[in-house]
């Protein structure tokens, strides 16, 4: 084709090679800096829900070496700390720091802590929601079901139909 580099796939079409390359090549024509921004979150939320959940599960059962984390032991007691502390920081400082900075170059980076931070706070709802702790009881389920639809809504969000159809053809093989 006139003014194509020799070796280059014709304009819109990702690059023939290996897998990654192909689907980096979907996400890079698919997804502007917002969209890419929520699949960090979206990432991240999912990964750190289920290593959480995992963590907090082998806590629970004393696997491994693992415990709570606890302040205090005087005349008053300790106090446990629950993740979803941990995770108001990390959404408050993202937040913070979204605001003040350039949005195009730092919504991606901030994008991961800002997931974390998510998954910490919702894998507590239920905590948060009955203000005592439910982590293991029946309504702790509330906790899991607001995680799997935050992360449904992220999915949608942050590609939409024509980025996972593109995800989809290339991992059917082009």
């Keep these: ?62 696997l491994g070496p693992f415990h709570d984390i606890t302040i205090g032991g005087g005349a008053n007691g300790t106090f446990h700390i629950h993740h979803y502390l941990w995770g108001i920081l990390l959404v408050c400082v993202c937040g913070l720091l979204a ?5 195009a170059r730092w919504h991606p980076v901030l994008a991961v802590p800002f997931g974390i931070g998510l998954a910490l706070i919702l894998d507590e709802f239920a905590l948060l929601l009955q203000l005592k702790d439910v982590y293991w009881a029946a309504q702790g389920r509330v906790s899991v079901d607001i995680g799997l639809l935050t992360a449904a809504c992220l999915g949608v969000y942050c590609a939409g139909p024509t980025f996972w159809h593109a995800v989809v053809r290339e991992l059917r093989g082009g």
Excluded at 29 to 42: D, K
């Design 99 to 103: 605001l003040s900075l350039d949005a």
């Design 1 to 62: 084709m006139r003014g194509q580099e020799p070796g280059q796939p014709p304009a819109g079409q990702p690059p023939a090679g290996p897998l990654i390359d192909r689907l980096r090549a979907v996400r890079d024509t698919h997804l502007n800096y917002r969209r890419r921004a929520a699949l960090r979150i979206f990432v991240s939320f999912i990964v750190t829900f289920g290593l959480i959940r995992l963590l907090t599960y082998s806590i629970h059962r004393n």
